[in-house]
């Protein structure tokens, strides 16, 4: 049966994954986002009835992170407004190991509907489509926590657990922890691209305090460098994080996509050898 899905955030790194996947499949999906037509805006609550509307399923990810003050009340008021249209299920994407991101668990949790509640680890494609990929592309990577084991996660095998659990029943009431198949250092990971693309990028362990200093100095956001401050403080080297789990594998009947993997696929697309325009 074709199910219409609302896919907030579906030109995101895992949102626009779920779209291809249910498109594939045959489904009626609205993306949710500002620039479409009815538009989704977080910010702008009077857009998100229409968006809903006629809607049987919702995969919800907020920008930038369920830890960000305000998310909270967000994921409440969307919730409420799912109830009112009648959506039968929500599919939640959520932080591995973030306190604040649980409460908004509960409250899908508690909401009365249908739910799948999706924790993830960090992305591998935060080395391609997000904050690690400029100082990739000007071969020259500062980060702190330089030891922090982290097992990365594909966004590819996160959309394809939440598009399962928007579309399977059977996955009602769960909660799945996707992590990969193994821990990665930065520095590890720098040498797995250096290795891919051929080119030298220089890896330096640098404290958290001089990090952010250097992000405000670049002119990031400064809610944006709360966050970075957060996921370095709270959740990389959570001990929570630190574990592997089988949850890709329960739900896909595979194994979940190797670092590796991802590194050779990506450095054929040229996009770590880009040049950077200032």
């Known amino acids: ?9 579906g030109t995101g790194k895992t949102g626009k994954r779920v779209v291809e996947i249910l498109n594939q499949k045959g489904h009626n999906v609205r993306i949710g986002s500002r620039s479409q037509n ?29 830890a960000v003050p305000g998310a909270l009340e967000a994921i409440e008021g969307l919730t409420k407004e799912a109830i009112r249209q009648k959506v039968k299920k929500l599919v939640l994407l959520s932080g591995k190991g973030e306190r604040e991101a649980e409460l908004s668990e509960q409250v899908v949790i508690n909401s009365g509907l249908d739910y799948t509640i999706v924790r993830a680890s960090w992305f591998n494609q935060n080395f391609s489509e997000s904050f690690f990929l400029e100082p990739i592309q000007h071969g020259f990577v500062a980060l702190p926590k330089a030891n922090a084991q982290v ?28 992590t990969g198949p193994r821990f990665l250092t930065f520095a590890e990971i720098v040498k797995e691209i250096e290795q891919a693309t051929g080119r030298e990028i220089a890896f330096t362990p640098i ?43 329960k739900v896909l009947g595979r194994k979940p996509i190797d670092f590796s993997d991802y590194v050779k696929e990506t450095a054929t697309t040229g996009v770590w050898n880009q040049p950077v325009t200032s």
């Not at 989704?40 to 509307?53: I, P, R, V």
């Open 1 to 9: 049966m074709r199910k219409n899905v609302l896919v907030i955030g």
């Open 38 to 66: 009815p538009a989704f805006d977080w910010d702008n609550q009077e857009t998100w009835s229409k968006a809903l509307e006629g809607m049987d399923a919702v995969y919800i990810t907020f920008q930038p992170d369920l």
């Open 151 to 178: 097992p990365y996660v594909d966004a590819r095998d996160i959309a394809a657990v939440a598009a399962e659990a928007l579309l399977n029943d059977e996955h009602n009431g769960n909660i799945y922890e996707l």
């Open 207 to 249: 404290a958290l305090p001089a990090y952010t200093k250097m992000l405000r100095e670049q002119g990031v956001p400064e809610d944006y460098v709360w966050l970075i401050d957060y996921l370095f403080t709270e959740v990389l080297d959570n001990p929570k994080n630190q574990v592997i789990t089988g949850d890709v594998e």
